[in-house]
């Protein structure tokens, strides 16, 4: 019966997702894997009350923090630092159980956001304004070769210059690095 009740939250969840995953920015929780089970990773969050715990076997994405390689299911072990974007839909259990979209493995800044391009706006022949969400980031050519290629739906992973908050992040400067998910990896 446990079994059953948890397929029927699975299958809710995934749904939930894949509803929100155009139209509902992000969560993002950043803290260590304290334990994987079939294919269920909790994670204690560096922040108090940010616990969770994500069905991973749905993850289209796994990204070494590091090298921005991009890792398998099975790359996800406890005792991992991990920064982990999943849609806002949760159950009610303690820790609430929601579907991972991108989980980012191991140490490192954890300024990161998960952009999925609502509008792409070139500022000039060498960089782009990308607007997500609720914010706007500016990538700039030698962040990312080709930027201006980027256009409405594709997914990056963008690490933010610590003296940058997501608002001012149009700027010039404001993105350190980025990764293109959907059409690189």
Request: hydrophobic fraction near 45%.
């Amino acid at each position: 019966m446990k079994k059953i009740i948890g397929l029927v939250a699975l299958l809710l969840l995934c749904i939930a997702g894949t509803a929100f995953a155009a139209g509902v920015p992000m969560v993002q929780t950043t803290g260590t894997i304290v334990k994987v089970e079939d294919d269920k990773a909790t994670i204690k969050a560096t922040e108090p009350g940010k616990d969770v715990a994500l069905y991973i076997g749905r993850a289209p994405y796994f990204i070494d923090k590091q090298s921005g390689k991009r890792l398998g299911m099975e790359d996800v072990k406890a005792g991992l630092q991990v920064t982990a974007f999943y849609a806002p839909k949760l159950t009610k259990s303690i820790p609430p159980l929601g579907v991972a979209s991108l989980m980012v493995l191991g140490p490192g800044d954890d300024r990161m956001a998960y952009v999925r391009v609502s509008r792409a706006v070139p500022a000039d022949n060498k960089s782009v304004h990308l607007y997500y969400d609720d914010a706007a980031v500016r990538v700039t050519e030698n962040i990312l070769a080709n930027c201006n290629d980027i256009r409405l739906g594709d997914q990056l992973l963008v690490w933010i210059n610590a003296s940058y908050t997501l608002q001012e992040g149009t700027k010039e400067g404001a993105v350190e690095k980025a990764l293109m998910l959907n059409r690189t990896l």
